[in-house]
């Protein structure tokens, strides 16, 4: 990824170089005088262009590094679940999962009676 970092200096390099160029220099005075031509609009317009690359560039570097932490997280996160189960969290997993099961047999039967109760009457 320092190949998008590369870049984003280089552009900011660029612009900068393009900033101290004649065209570019004292744009206020030649504003004031009237003296401030196309070629000058036409050197800041390259100059924020290329600033423009420096600040995109950067950003998707950002990014990158954001989802690159995210990605990472999950890969962590995926290796911790593939490790193995140690034989008291496999009880504690196998009770709950008895528990769950007892609990749907028993709401099934209260389901059944009252279906019964109500069929009776």
């Known amino acids: 990824m320092s190949q998008i970092q590369d870049k984003a200096d280089n552009a900011y390099c660029d612009f900068i170089a393009k900033m101290r160029r004649d065209l570019c220099l004292g744009a206020e005075f030649k504003i004031e005088r009237g003296i401030f031509t196309k070629d000058n609009l036409k050197a800041f317009e390259e100059a924020y262009t290329l600033y423009g690359k420096h600040v995109a560039y950067a950003d998707c570097e950002k990014d990158y590094a954001t989802l690159q932490a995210e990605l990472d997280a999950l890969r962590r996160e995926n290796e911790r679940l593939k490790a193995p189960v140690s034989d008291e969290e496999w009880r ?15 709401d099934a039967m209260i389901a059944e009676r009252v279906a019964q109760s109500t069929q009776e009457k």
Not at 99 to 105: A, D
């Open 92 to 106: 504690d997993s196998r009770g709950l999962t008895l528990q769950m099961m007892m609990r749907y047999e028993v």
